[in-house]
């Protein structure tokens, strides 16, 4: 670690404005705020957010997009010791007050076009006092973010009150399994893992990253906030994914650094331009979040000649644990090896190691694993032992030591008592150009215990046939694997990150 890693992380961004002070830090349409700029807003909030009570420990609510507003207030909130609480803009009231209530949030930060939702948590979500609002807010009791900053501009806080081990945010889990549950990631779990990752992509001042990924998931926060952040890099934020404005901002700035999900990707290599967009600043495009697809892999870098990489890791583990490392060996179809710092073992339901190229579960040790679950130690309890974390998905170790993700534990289907891995059913499938998308999961079976179905996303404008379907998976797959049920629809049900949220398409109906 460098000589600011016994500080928090506005230490450790005030560190990168000593030294890149007038450097751009964060671009947003024409918008720019410097390295210099961004921390004296940061301080500036953090001396007001502490004038309104927020006291180490708290937990302080962003209701954001990917705006300045996101990363100054994130910046503020842990420069006090305070736990930001990130919520995704588009729940509905019922969601996101659960996760206010259960943080027990006092305070809120959003924008003036969320009032609405603002109104509602207000009334839903006891305890909640302090309202920041940045624009022309409706809201009587709303304080005015921009004037609360400004007003405190001749007093920022200058220093990070936040020890290495202090909580730094409160992270919810998109719930895939019931109700979210609150990841605990401490500012040392955060550094350390953006720093392991730095190492990997070998990150300078010099990049530029394209933030569409939302801020709020753990995804987008580490790998395109915190980490240019240390390097001194650009940050350029998008509010949300388009194909042509992600391409024409590549373009424009420049960008060098471009993580995403798998749809990003396969959305990207199928699109339609007038022209082909020049993307020779890119040097690595980083996949994440979700499972990629080998056709998305390859069709994205024949298309753009842009080196496309795999990574994994859940929001418990901050949350990279592996990645193909874009300057070394790659391997398709897996997720790399660990990241520096990070520990993977494959391990059977007794908790023993399995021998190279089995499958079991997939646990994992370092500075990046979460403290717990907020307010839930039974959840802690089975998800961390002997400082291991358990990660309830299945993998499997080659001799080099590259991680392959076989499926989620959860999401396995035994037919017959013989185990079928959904991602494995759901390849086949992608590999049809009349798909789009493709889901599988169990469904209930009298004599067989479960049966594979399969819901397909057709391509635009193309008929395709559950016939068609089951003799492709034929020619490819055990007939145990073969899907006895496919289904159509307009679209795969999705968490924020864009991944399918199987456990609405396992629920009947």
Not at 156 to 170: E, F, I, K, W
Not at 289 to 299: F, I, K, T, W
Not at 469 to 481: D, E, N, T, Y
Request: hydrophobic share 40%; proline share 6%; glycine share 8%.
């Amino acid at each position: 670690m460098d000589n600011n890693s016994r500080t928090g992380l506005f230490g450790a961004v005030l560190s990168s404005a000593a030294e890149f002070g007038q450097r751009p830090a964060v671009l947003a349409g024409e918008y720019t705020l410097t390295y210099q700029q961004l921390t004296a807003s940061a301080g500036s909030l953090a001396a007001g957010l502490a004038e309104l009570g927020v006291k180490r420990g708290d937990r302080v609510g962003l209701l954001l997009p990917n705006c300045p507003q996101f990363i100054v207030s994130y910046l503020a909130t842990t420069a006090l010791g305070a736990m930001a609480v990130p919520v995704h803009c588009q729940l509905s009231a019922a969601e996101a007050a659960y996760i206010l209530n259960h943080a027990q949030a006092q305070t809120l930060i959003s924008i003036a076009e969320l009032d609405s939702l603002v109104s509602e948590l207000h009334s839903r979500v006891a305890g909640l006092t302090n309202l920041l609002i940045s624009g022309q807010s409706a809201i009587e009791e709303a304080i005015d973010l921009e004037q609360l900053t400004s007003a405190r501009a001749d007093r920022p806080v200058q220093s990070d009150a936040a020890q290495l081990d202090d909580p730094a945010v409160l992270i919810y889990t998109s719930g895939t399994t019931g109700q979210p549950k609150g990841a605990v990631l401490s500012h040392r779990n955060l550094l350390a893992n953006a720093r392991s990752c730095r190492e990997l992509i070998g990150v300078s001042s010099e990049d530029t990253f394209l933030a569409v990924l939302p801020l709020f998931h753990s995804f987008g926060a580490t790998v395109c906030m915190i980490l240019p952040l240390l390097a001194g890099a650009e940050i350029v934020l998008q509010t949300a994914f388009a194909p042509l404005p992600v391409l024409e901002t590549l373009e424009k700035h420049q960008v060098t650094i471009f993580a995403g999900v798998p749809a990003m990707f396969a959305v990207l290599t199928k699109c339609r331009t007038s022209r082909e967009h020049d993307l020779h600043s890119l040097r690595a495009c980083i996949s994440g979040g979700a499972p990629l697809p080998l056709e998305v892999l390859s069709g994205f870098q024949e298309r753009y000649g842009v080196v496309l990489v795999e990574g994994y890791g859940p929001t418990e583990a901050s949350p990279v644990v592996s990645a193909n490392p874009p300057q070394g060996v790659q391997k398709p179809g897996s997720v790399g090896p660990p990241i520096l710092g990070v520990e993977v073992r494959i391990v059977d339901d007794t908790g023993q190691d399995l021998p190279t190229g089995e499958v079991g579960e997939i646990i994992v040790a370092g500075d990046n694993v979460m403290q717990g679950y907020w307010q839930d130690a039974t959840a802690t309890a089975e998800a961390i032992k002997d400082g291991w974390l358990y990660t309830g998905d299945l993998g499997k170790l080659d001799a080099d030591g590259y991680l392959y993700i076989v499926d989620r534990k959860k999401d396995m289907i035994i037919v017959g008592g013989t185990n079928v891995y959904p991602r494995e059913v759901e390849d086949v499938i992608a590999q049809m150009p009349q798909v789009a998308e493709v889901a599988v999961v169990g469904r209930p079976d009298p004599v067989r215990g479960e049966r594979v179905r399969a819901v397909i996303v057709p391509a635009e404008g193309i008929e395709l046939s559950a016939e068609q379907v089951i003799s492709h998976c034929r020619q490819h797959l055990a007939p145990f694997k073969v899907p006895r049920i496919v289904e159509f629809q307009e679209s795969l049900p999705k968490s924020a990150l864009g991944k399918v949220l199987k456990r609405e398409l396992r629920e009947p109906g």
